[in-house]
Structure formats: structure tokens, C-alpha cells
């Protein structure tokens, strides 16, 4: 009697695969008996090795487990500008989309698309991982900041201008709370509330009080640098060439260039198209603010009454001041994308807004709306991130592509949907998504 025990561990929704092996494994165990009934009988003729393999087989007990893998369980997700990446509730990244310039982390770069999620390359775990237009950075558990992917304007703060496959210390001993990378810089805040940023400066976008660089890289500070003001933040963050902070009062601060109003500084700022900031400027109003998100050619923020509120150009309006976003619901975060923005209710309700050339609101329609539509799935969640980019083929010429991404409360699964031409839906495909769709399992 032969007793086997064999537990085979598969991806979920791999029955397929699973049964395969089970059916190879029973047919192994048959030729085993087979081979055996004939060291033990070989004069016997085919119908008695036949029958012997028959009743050896029924006495058999073939026990097979097939167990599945656990699904991973995202907390967070985020978005660049095509590409997306979200962390599992064990402090592992997972990336996926485009990795041109190594933003991926997986120790490579390419121009194919990875439409599936790549884990991360290294042992570190994360708090927090956000990314920038082509570059990612994460915060680690002991607080120090890593980042990967393109570095030209040396946004990867590692001291060079050479981009990283992989996740590189930021060149500083200090420890950090949250970091926000943009296009060619990034910013961080420290755990005592101090604000840095390192990276391209051609606008003062670093706030440190001046348009210069290191010398040896006249465009770029290569190192963290701290930004030039006695105010302390709880966030600050990078977008194209302008930057944005909320102090621990609660009071919004943007520095960089002023054009199309994103500095949300008023009319007279916008008008100049050279008169840059090159340090924290207070914007107008006295709305007190929970976190404000700059990309791209806007800004939006949430403030402390968790009302919604926008300043700058967006491809449909310029708003040079903030203004409220036209909603009677009450919202607990804001994503702020190229040409489309997203936010949650404090239900976990997904509603977006702006440019829909791909779907990227989510609506199941590819019409642009100024008004938040809400996103077409009954699914609740807790993170949401919008993505997107821009084509500028000549002056007047530029075509748009967006997409969002949202983890679910009752998984942690992630679900995007939009543009889909570099793989940041993470499905598996290159189609875009009018309604949000599961990523791939890695």
C-alpha cells in the first residue's frame, strides 16, 4: 500500500495549473506500480499486470492539497505619469506601468510596458511610497528616504544625475515623515517638521531662495536642502515646476513658478510669467487645509472642514485663487492628477473630475466634466491616486492621457481604470478601462 501526502502551493485562480499536476502525479504513482508489477511478475501476461496495477491503485492512498497563496493586501496606491505603485500592508512596493527611466525599482529599465506588478527590488519596508512623473521615493520604517528612476535634474537625491534601477539612499542622515516627488525634484518633511527639497531649481520650485544649483550642477541641488523659511509642515510636496506645503497651522504655501495660477497666489503672481517664488508664499484666502497636492499646471487641497478646494489650469478653467470644488459632500483625501483630479468621501465613495480622454474618470464615458462624477462601481475605498501625462507635438498641438488608481476597503485589492497604453492599469493588457478593473496578481 502506498500512502502519498502532497500539498502544492499555486496562485489563486490557478485550478488549471493546479489540476495538471495533480493528474501527473497520479500518473507518476501509476508507472511506479506498474514497473513494480513487473519486477514481481514478469511471466505474468498483460491482463494480470493490468488488473495488479488496478487493485494496487484502489488500495492506494493518494491524499492531494492544493493550497493557495495568499492574496497581497495593498494599503496605499499612487500614481505618476505612467506608471503606478502600491504597498501592501507588510511594507513591500509593488510597481507597475511604464519603466522607461528604472521607476519600477526591479534592478532593470525598458520601453515595454509591464502590465502586471513587479515587486520592488530590495529587503526594505516601507510606510509610505509615492511617485513622482518618471522617478518613485518611499519612506522607510527607521525613516530614511529612498528613491529610483530618472534622475537628469538629480530628483533621486543621491548626490548624482545618473538614474537608479533600483532604490537609492537619499544622501542625508536626516529622517523623514513623508516625502512628495514631482517632475525634476522632490520634497520632503523631517520628523521635526522641517521641509527639504532637492532636485531642478530653474524656477526656485526647491524653495531655498534662489534659482541656483550646486556647482558642479548649476541646475540642481543634488542633496536635500532645506527649504528657506522658519515655518514647520506636516506636508510638502513636488510638481513641475512649482511646490507646495501645508504649515502645522494649517496654512497653504506654494513657491516655484506662478504660471496659470498654480501657486494660487492671485491674479497679479500669474500675470508674470517670470516672477517665480523662490520661497514659501503664502496662498490667498484663509482657508486652513488638511494636506494641498500641486501637479503639473494645478493644485488642489482639502481643508480642515473637509470641503475641496482648486487653483490653477487644468486644460478646462484657470482658477488663479482657490476655489471650492462645487460638491455638497464631505471628503476625507484628494488626488490631484495632470488634467483630472479624484477624492473619497468620508464613506470610502470615489468621485473624479476634469479631462476623461480615456476614461480616467471612471464613469463608464470618455465626456470631460468640471463637476465631480461619481466613479461607476459600488466598491468602497481607502487610497486613490491619479496619473496622466501629456504629448506636445507643436505649439497649440498637446494630446492628454490620464488614469486613476483606488484600493478597496474590504481587500486591500486595487482597481484602475483610464489610459492604458503603457501598462499602468497593471491588468494584464494595454486596453484602457471606461470603469475600474482589478490589477493582476504579481
Known amino acids: 500500500m502506498i500512502d502519498t501526502f502532497v500539498t502544492f502551493h499555486v496562485l489563486p485562480g490557478k485550478t488549471a495549473e493546479s489540476e495538471q499536476l495533480h493528474q501527473q502525479l497520479l500518473a507518476r504513482i501509476s508507472v511506479r506500480i506498474w514497473r513494480r508489477a513487473r519486477r514481481t511478475s514478469r511471466r505474468s501476461d498483460m491482463r494480470s499486470l493490468v488488473g495488479l496495477a ?15 497563496a495568499e492574496p497581497l493586501h495593498f494599503v496605499s496606491v499612487t500614481a505618476g505619469a505612467d506608471h503606478a505603485c502600491a504597498l501592501t500592508n507588510q511594507g513591500e512596493a509593488y510597481c507597475w506601468g511604464s519603466n522607461e527611466f528604472g521607476q519600477l525599482g526591479n534592478g532593470s529599465s525598458d520601453s515595454v510596458p509591464h ?4 515587486r520592488v527590488s530590495g529587503d526594505v519596508k516601507f ?27 538629480a530628483q533621486l537625491g543621491d548626490g548624482t544625475v545618473k538614474p537608479s534601477f533600483i532604490p537609492m539612499h537619499v544622501a542625508t542622515d536626516i529622517r523623514f ?12 518633511v523631517s520628523v521635526e517638521g522641517i521641509g527639504y527639497c532637492w532636485g531642478g531649481n530653474w524656477h526656485g520650485q526647491l524653495g531655498v531662495g534662489n534659482r541656483d544649483g550646486d556647482p558642479a550642477a548649476p541646475c540642481c541641488y543634488r542633496r536635500p536642502t532645506r527649504i528657506h523659511t522658519d515655518l514647520r509642515f506636516r506636508t510638502v510636496v513636488a510638481a513641475g515646476i512649482s511646490s507646495c506645503g501645508v504649515a502645522v497651522d494649517g496654512k497653504a504655501y506654494c513657491w516655484g ?23 514659501p508664499t503664502a496662498v490667498s484666502g484663509d482657508v486652513i487645509f488638511a494636506t494641498v497636492i500641486p501637479r503639473a499646471w494645478h493644485t488642489c487641497g482639502l481643508s480642515s472642514t473637509r470641503a475641496l478646494f482648486c487653483w490653477g489650469g487644468n486644460m478646462l478653467q484657470i482658477e488663479l485663487i482657490p476655489k471650492r470644488v462645487t460638491t455638497d459632500s464631505e471628503f476625507s483625501t484628494v488626488a490631484t492628477g495632470p488634467f483630472h483630479d479624484c477624492t473619497l468621501t468620508g464613506d470610502g465613495v470615489a468621485y473624479c473630475w476634469g479631462a476623461n480622454t480615456d476614461g480616467e474618470l471612471g464613469d463608464g464615458t470618455t465626456r470631460d466634466t468640471a463637476v465631480p462624477q461619481k466613479v461607476a462601481t459600488t466598491r468602497r475605498f481607502v487610497s486613490i491616486a491619479a496619473g496622466g501625462n501629456a504629448f506636445i507635438a507643436k505649439s497649440g498641438d498637446v494630446s492628454t492621457w490620464g488614469f486613476t488608481c483606488a484600493v478597496t476597503v474590504d481587500d486591500g485589492t486595487v482597481l484602475c481604470w483610464g489610459d492604458n497604453r503603457h501598462g499602468a492599469l497593471g491588468n494584464g493588457s494595454t486596453d484602457r478601462a471606461l470603469t475600474p478593473t482589478s490589477i493582476s496578481n504579481p
Not at 502590465?115 to 513587479?118: D, S
Open 115 to 118: 502590465v502586471r506588478p513587479v
Open 127 to 153: 510606510t509610505n511610497v509615492v511617485a513622482g512623473f518618471t522617478h518613485t521615493c518611499g519612506i522607510a520604517c527607521d525613516g530614511a528616504a529612498l528613491c529610483w528612476g530618472a534622475n537628469d535634474s
Open 54 to 68: 488496478l487493485i494496487l491503485w484502489s488500495a492506494s492512498a493518494v491524499r492531494i492539497a492544493v493550497t493557495a
Open 177 to 188: 515623515q513623508m516625502i512628495g516627488p514631482g517632475g525634476g525634484h522632490t520634497c520632503a
Open 257 to 279: 513658478s506662478p504660471q496659470e495660477g498654480r501657486l494660487g497666489t492671485g491674479a497679479a503672481d500669474a500675470a508674470i510669467k517670470w516672477g517665480d517664488k523662490a520661497v
